[in-house]
């Protein structure tokens, strides 16, 4: 008999009504906003700020992804039912599904198998609309540069050549990256070079993340560095009086979203920014929320932890006034041996050699959480394939390296699969008293934040800046932004800035070729490698495989 699919799983479920899961952590169904019969708005209001300062913060990180998939969301949906088995009253806040990977490749974001949130169809589509909103906004802000830009009285004389704002679209279209715009003549506009992203790259989903209120929001969204005038003098959103439009367009979506896990406990989604070229987690807002409605909170940061959680620990927990008092750092077999050189199709296959060559890159990200300060379980992703002597000897290395490890099986299992973890990582994050170790200084130069970080995170040997590089640090200087956070923008498949090298890479050399500016979601982008803001479909895109009955029944959603 086979297993279910995740689809089928999550539509056999019986959901409860979401004022229900509302009074679980005592909100009242007349504060609710309601999206039908499973899905809500939680108004800013809810926050409570002496439940927040009590409340405990667990983030899930990962070892280096692979092809195979860790489970990092599974997870953390998982643990937070194993939480709440053991008695401790927590929800898992999340980010949202992009439409793009969805209908692509890597899938939906519900998580998967008995550790899943629901309803399943609307949190992976359109859910509350909180990217089409995100979208109109950053193309409203698009479209007034334009505007301005082929003004006769010359506007604020915005030099075109300077302008990388791109209009954004929740979908995966290589042909939209990059175009011209202005075309058919005078009715078109000023014609210039532009194209598109995908919505999960927009600064205003970097912003909608880190803003901790509306008026926050709307400074953030007037800081946007537009571009320069032909004087070169820097241009901002504010200048285009763009930030009190943009805020309205987003009423609604800086706003969390209440869910349920498939055993009814309360879970909140909402945004979600890219975790390579940007901080890769949920919101501030509702990462607050969360914390004041809870005593645990369980969330996850985009990749591994040299990427998700290091942005995590560095800019989210700096500008949103909290720290993780507990890290779950996934892994799984597979992983481990195809980061040993394993073939991915030979993965389920036993190979000790492989699993003894791969474990220096989970050792690797185990240093990185004791660089973090704070305290860290291994989360020990279980499948049918792994064979007693594989989990064994994972074991014993991670106890001579003094960090606790858990076997989870939430996949299969749900909440009964994942209380020892849930009883290791309650009592790390009861014990812990402290506060995370930022891995910089923020008032650091530009070049010693990053190199700190390629060193100290990546193991990197050192760092080289390309002269378009050298030529950014120059602008940075001239409009103020030396001293906020580093958002380095790397591969998620490696330590290095190279895909291909997998494992825990030496003597390597980070080359950052050029750096971007966020000015309004508050740091710089360094870019290292090719990065795309606007993917591409494979192949094969799960799209083909995806239907709907007379019933509105979905298939083939992941």
Not at 240 to 248: C, M
Not at 383 to 390: L, S
Request: charged share 25%; proline share 5%; hydrophobic share 40%.
């Amino acid at each position: 008999m086979s297993f279910p699919s995740d689809l089928e799983i999550a539509q056999s479920a019986t959901l409860k009504p979401i004022e229900k899961i509302a009074l679980q952590i005592n909100i009242p169904s007349d504060e609710l906003e309601l999206y039908g019969k499973y899905k809500a708005k939680l108004p800013l209001h809810l926050f409570n700020e002496a439940n927040f300062k009590r409340s405990k913060l667990i983030l899930v990180t990962a070892m280096t992804p692979t092809p195979a998939g860790e489970g990092k969301t599974t997870t953390s949906i998982g643990l937070c039912e194993g939480m709440n088995r053991i008695g401790k009253k927590s929800t898992v806040v999340l980010r949202e599904p992009s439409l793009g990977p969805v209908f692509g490749m890597k899938g939906g974001a519900a998580g998967g198998g008995y550790s899943q949130v629901v309803p399943m169809e609307d949190i992976n589509l359109h859910f509350t609309g909180d990217f089409a909103a995100v979208e109109k906004s950053n193309n409203l802000i698009a479209a007034l540069i334009d505007n301005d830009i082929q003004r006769p009285d010359g506007g604020l004389k915005i030099d075109p050549r300077t302008v990388e704002w791109k209009r954004v679209m929740d979908m995966n279209d290589r042909a939209l990256r990059n175009m011209i715009t202005g075309l058919g003549g005078k009715n078109g506009g000023m014609i210039r070079e532009s194209g598109f992203n995908i919505t999960a790259a927009s600064e205003i989903m970097a912003i909608l993340c880190l803003a901790r209120d509306m008026d926050d929001l709307k400074q953030k969204i007037g800081n946007i560095y537009v571009g320069d005038t032909y004087k070169q003098q820097a241009v901002f959103a504010r200048d285009l009086q763009a930030q009190g439009a943009a805020a309205v367009l987003l009423k609604d979506a800086i706003k969390p979203n209440l869910v349920q896990t498939l055993e009814g406990n309360p879970a909140i989604i909402h945004g979600g920014p890219f975790g390579n070229i940007a901080q890769g987690a949920n919101s501030i807002i509702a990462t607050r929320m969360g914390m004041s409605l809870s005593d645990y909170v369980i969330t996850e940061a985009g990749f591994g932890s040299d990427l998700g959680a290091e942005k995590f620990i560095d800019i989210v927990c700096g500008y949103g006034g909290f720290s993780p008092h507990a890290m779950v750092l996934v892994a799984t077999i597979r992983a481990i041996k195809y980061h040993g050189g394993m073939p991915r199709e030979s993965l389920t296959k036993p190979d000790m050699e492989a699993l003894a060559r791969g474990f220096a890159n989970l050792e690797k990200h185990i240093e990185n959480t004791k660089i973090f300060g704070v305290p860290a379980v291994v989360s020990l992703n279980k499948f049918i394939t792994d064979t007693d002597e594989e989990l064994q000897w994972v074991m014993d290395k991670c106890a001579e390296l003094g960090v606790d490890i858990a076997l989870s099986e939430g996949w299969e299992k749900g909440g009964a699969g994942m209380t020892d973890l849930a009883q290791k990582i309650a009592a790390a994050a009861d014990n812990f008293h402290g506060k995370y170790w930022p891995v910089y200084d923020w008032k650091s130069s530009v070049e010693e934040k990053v190199r700190t970080v390629a060193v100290k995170i990546y193991g990197a040997r050192d760092v080289e800046f390309l002269p378009k590089a050298k030529q950014n640090l120059k602008k940075i200087e001239r409009i103020g932004l030396s001293h906020v956070p580093v958002c380095i923008a790397k591969t998620q498949n490696s330590f290095s800035d190279d895909a291909k090298r997998l494992g825990r890479p030496k003597d390597f050399i980070i080359t950052v070729r050029e750096i971007e500016v966020a000015a309004g979601a508050g740091f710089i982008i360094p870019v290292t490698g090719d990065i795309l803001r606007m993917p591409g479909l494979p192949n094969l895109p799960a799209a083909l495989g995806m239907d709907i009955d007379n019933e509105g029944r979905i298939s083939g959603l992941s």
